[in-house]
């Protein structure tokens, strides 16, 4: 543990002794993302044993609720896209305090004052071309519309992610209703998952997408690169955490999520990091100088369930309804 601070030593000899297997659930839309959790995590605490399972977050937020109800198993350590369920879940018990190693480094709005739940990273969409199929990457909203991008875009659904939901609004608030009437003339290829777009652009089965996470850096080799607009809208937010209440192995959770927002995992190489003292990657700036993101705007668009709705069945009518499988059924 020489890149972590020796508070960690308490927190792990509290999870050996516990002797309990960790097990977490992750927001995601591919099987493979379990390995961004796990691969260090493991290294670090090679005698805690994890198993992070991803799942579309409104999934698994629906899965714990019902297990709750019916008295079934659940994880000890929940962290997904959809923040809205971590208020309530908070005020009915649900979840347990704990405010991880790190937290004052988190901006205080997006902390809960009371301790149930706390940032543990931040999430980017934003353009991600494949530069050996198109050199000259669309990188503002309007060059998404230039005639020769026609069949080379691919998306995911709005009305299937409500993290993508939110960017088109605030994409289509800047642009206005024309843009999207002519990014729907561009032969898009609309999919499940924010994960699937990269995969078929990688099959070389489109060239370009902009509702897709992706590191900063490439991984080496990649030909794919994420590019932050300058003007357009980005989507940015905090992926929320928390230790549940009735968790079996809380000790080994406590370790998990304070590792999570370690300055050894806030990597800027991966995104912009969840801590005000962890530097952003050279060339970029802390998510909070970005005029063009809104991570609380995002919160708070979550939490009107009513308006999230409207807006969902509103894309169904002007793209069509959602078709594919849960893309966490694939080998992804």
Same mark, same amino acid.
């Given at each position: 543990?020489?890149?972590?601070?020796?508070?960690?030593?308490?927190?792990?000899?509290a999870?050996?002794?516990?002797?309990?297997?960790?097990?977490?659930?992750?927001?995601?839309?591919?099987?493979?993302?379990?390995l961004?959790?796990?691969?260090?995590?493991?290294?670090?605490?090679?005698?805690?044993?994890?198993?992070?399972?991803?799942?579309?977050s409104k999934?698994?937020?629906?899965?714990?609720?019902?297990?709750?109800?019916?008295?079934?198993?659940?994880?000890?350590?929940?962290?997904?896209?959809?923040?809205?369920?971590?208020?309530?879940?908070?005020?009915?018990?649900?979840?347990?305090?704990?405010?991880?190693?790190?937290?004052?480094?988190?901006?205080?709005?997006?902390?809960?004052?009371?301790?149930?739940?706390?940032?543990?990273?931040?999430?980017?969409?934003?353009?991600?071309?494949?530069?050996?199929?198109?050199?000259?990457a669309?990188?503002?909203?309007?060059? %998404?519309?230039?005639?020769?991008?026609? @069949?080379? *875009?691919v998306?995911t659904?709005?009305?299937d992610?409500? &993290?993508? =939901? $939110?960017?088109?609004?605030?994409?289509?608030?800047?642009?206005g209703?024309?843009?999207?009437?002519?990014l729907?003339?561009?032969?898009?290829?609309?999919?499940?998952?924010?994960?699937?777009?990269?995969?078929?652009?990688?099959a070389?089965?489109?060239?370009?997408?902009?509702?897709?996470?992706?590191?900063?850096?490439?991984?080496?080799?990649?030909?794919?690169?994420?590019?932050?607009?300058?003007?357009?809208? %980005?989507?940015?937010?905090?992926?929320? @955490?928390? *230790?549940l209440a009735?968790?079996?192995?809380?000790?080994? &959770?406590? =370790? $998990?999520?304070?590792?999570?927002?370690?300055?050894?995992?806030?990597?800027p190489?991966?995104?912009?990091?969840?801590?005000?003292?962890?530097?952003?990657?050279?060339g970029f700036?802390?998510?909070?100088?970005?005029?063009?993101?809104?991570?609380?705007?995002?919160?708070?668009?979550?939490?009107?369930?009513?308006?999230?709705?409207?807006?969902?069945?509103?894309?169904?009518?002007l793209?069509?309804?959602v078709?594919?499988v849960n893309?966490?059924?694939?080998?992804?």
């Amino acid at each position: 543990m020489d890149n972590l601070p020796p508070e960690f030593d308490a927190l792990y000899r509290a999870a050996q002794a516990e002797g309990e297997p960790l097990l977490v659930w992750a927001g995601g839309d591919a099987k493979s993302q379990s390995l961004a959790y796990t691969a260090q995590f493991e290294q670090l605490f090679p005698d805690i044993p994890i198993t992070v399972t991803v799942d579309l977050s409104k999934y698994h937020d629906a899965e714990l609720d019902k297990r709750l109800l019916f008295g079934e198993e659940i994880p000890d350590v929940i962290h997904i896209q959809t923040v809205q369920n971590f208020p309530i879940w908070a005020n009915d018990g649900v979840l347990q305090r704990y405010r991880p190693l790190g937290f004052e480094q988190v901006p205080a709005h997006f902390v809960d004052p009371d301790g149930y739940w706390t940032p543990i990273g931040v999430f980017q969409f934003a353009p991600t071309t494949d530069y050996a199929q198109l050199p000259d990457a669309p990188i503002e909203y309007q060059d %998404f519309l230039r005639p020769e991008l026609k @069949g080379k *875009i691919v998306l995911t659904y709005p009305h299937d992610d409500d &993290a993508v =939901l $939110y960017q088109f609004l605030q994409i289509i608030e800047q642009q206005g209703w024309s843009w999207f009437q002519h990014l729907m003339a561009q032969d898009i290829q609309w999919v499940r998952g924010t994960q699937t777009p990269l995969e078929v652009i990688k099959a070389g089965k489109a060239a370009t997408t902009f509702t897709s996470y992706f590191p900063l850096v490439a991984p080496e080799g990649s030909s794919l690169k994420t590019t932050i607009p300058e003007h357009g809208y %980005f989507q940015a937010w905090y992926q929320i @955490g928390g *230790i549940l209440a009735e968790a079996k192995a809380p000790a080994a &959770a406590r =370790l $998990y999520l304070s590792y999570l927002l370690s300055k050894a995992h806030q990597n800027p190489a991966w995104t912009f990091p969840a801590r005000t003292d962890v530097a952003p990657l050279e060339g970029f700036k802390p998510i909070s100088h970005y005029s063009n993101a809104s991570p609380a705007g995002f919160a708070a668009f979550m939490a009107d369930r009513g308006q999230v709705e409207r807006w969902r069945f509103i894309f169904e009518s002007l793209i069509g309804p959602v078709e594919g499988v849960n893309p966490n059924t694939l080998d992804m």
